[in-house]
C-alpha cells in the first residue's frame, strides 16, 4: 500500500532549523550544516541543476528519498513563505519554474487559491480542509506510488500526532544548533510505535529510517 | 590523553527520561523503554548480578563503555535523590552495597559530605567545588584510564556546554516519549565541534558515537 514517507535532516540536538532565521540565514544561524551531508553527493546535485559532487554511502539514502514517490505534500511555509493571504499578486512559492518535485504537490493553507503549474510535471495543488484531505488526494495523485512529506516541522508534527507517517528516515548530523526549530515537539499524546528498519553510516550523517505504526 | 567519555540512551525525541517520573516510574513514563536494549544483554546482566542475556550487536557498545574507564564522575541526583542537605542520617544511594562501578566516584553537589566508600572499589567522594574540579579530581584518580560521566542530563548538560566532554556515545532508541527531561537543552552558545567517529546498528537502537573538541 502507499505510504507516507518523511525524510528530513537534524542536528543530535533535535534541530531541523537553527536559530533567528533571516534572509542571510533562511535556515537560521548554522542551520544550512544540517545540509552539507546532501548537497556534496552527486545524487542530489544532478537533479537540483548542479555539476559534478561526490558519490559516498549517504547517497543509497538520496536514491531511496527519490524514488517510487507520486506525489508530495507540505506545509504553506515549505511552499513559499511572503505575506498571505494571497492577495493579487499570488505568491509563485521559492521553488522557481522548474521545481524539483516533478510530481503533483498539495501544499496545505488556510487560503484557497488555483492550482499552480509548473514546468517539469510539478502542479502545486491547494488544500484547505486539513491534513487527512490533502493525504487522501495525494495519495489518489500517486497512483500506488509513495507520498513524501516535504514538511516544515510543524506540518510533519500534526501528521505525525495523527499517526498518518509511514516512514520516518532521519538524517542525524553531528552538530549542535543550540536552539532554533525542534522537530519532535508537541507530540505530548502521539500514540506510535517505531521500528527500526534501517541504519546508514555515511560519513557526515548517520541515516536511520524507522517505520511508524498508528 | 584520558578522556571524559558520556555515554546515554535517548529516545529519538531527544528525551532521556519520560514524563511524570514517579516511585513507580523513576525514569518517567515510558523512561523504562530507554533501557530494554541494554538489560537484555548478557554484557549488562553480568556485571549487574544478572544471570543470561543475549549476545548482540550492541553488546560491543556495553563493553567499550566499560573499558578503560578509571573513574566516574556524576550528579547528586545520579548518585542518590532523598532530601538534602545530607542530614543526620546521610542517604547512602541508591546503588546498594556493591554498586556497579568498581571505581572512584565524584559526585557533584553543593554541600560537604565525608566519603563513602562501597564494597567492590567504588567510593563515592563529594565534590563541592564545581565541575572542573571534579573533573580534575576524576583524572588524577583514573590514573591515566578514562572518566566516565554518569549523568544525570543536568549535569551532562553543565559539561557539554563547556566543551570538558570528548567523547559522546548516543543510544537512540526507536520510541517518542513525547516529554520528560531532554538530554540537548541550555546549551545555546555551546561551542563545540563533534565528529562522527563510529556507528552501530544494534537490533533495538542506533549506538552513534561522536568525538567533541571545544
Do not use: C
Amino acid at each position: 500500500m502507499a505510504k507516507l514517507r518523511f525524510q528530513i535532516s537534524i542536528s543530535i540536538d533535535g534541530f531541523v532549523a537553527g536559530p533567528n532565521p533571516s534572509e542571510e540565514h533562511p535556515l537560521g544561524e548554522g542551520g544550512e550544516q544540517l545540509h552539507e551531508w546532501v548537497v556534496k553527493l552527486a545524487e542530489w546535485r544532478k537533479p537540483h541543476g548542479y555539476e559534478g559532487g561526490e558519490t559516498n554511502a549517504s547517497s543509497a539514502v538520496m536514491e531511496d528519498a527519490l524514488s517510487n514517490v507520486g506525489a508530495t505534500v507540505m506545509g504553506r511555509n515549505m511552499f513559499g513563505g511572503g505575506p498571505g493571504p494571497w492577495g493579487e499578486e499570488p505568491w509563485e512559492g521559492w521553488w522557481g519554474d522548474e521545481p524539483p518535485f516533478h510530481t503533483p504537490v498539495f501544499v496545505l493553507t488556510h487560503h484557497e487559491r488555483e492550482p499552480l503549474e509548473k514546468e517539469g510535471g510539478t502542479t502545486f495543488t491547494f488544500v484547505t480542509d486539513g491534513i487527512e484531505s490533502a493525504l487522501e488526494q495525494a495519495k489518489e495523485a500517486a497512483g500506488g506510488k509513495d507520498v513524501a512529506l516535504g514538511g516544515g516541522a510543524d506540518v510533519a508534527q500534526q501528521f505525525l500526532a495523527a499517526g498518518l507517517i509511514d516512514e520516518l528516515d532521519l538524517n542525524v548530523v553531528p552538530v549542535l544548533l543550540g536552539g532554533g526549530t525542534r522537530l519532535f515537539e508537541n507530540l505530548t499524546g502521539a500514540n506510535v510505535a517505531l521500528e527500526q528498519v534501517r541504519v546508514i553510516a555515511g560519513p557526515d550523517a548517520t541515516h536511520v529510517k524507522y517505520s511508524v505504526s498508528a
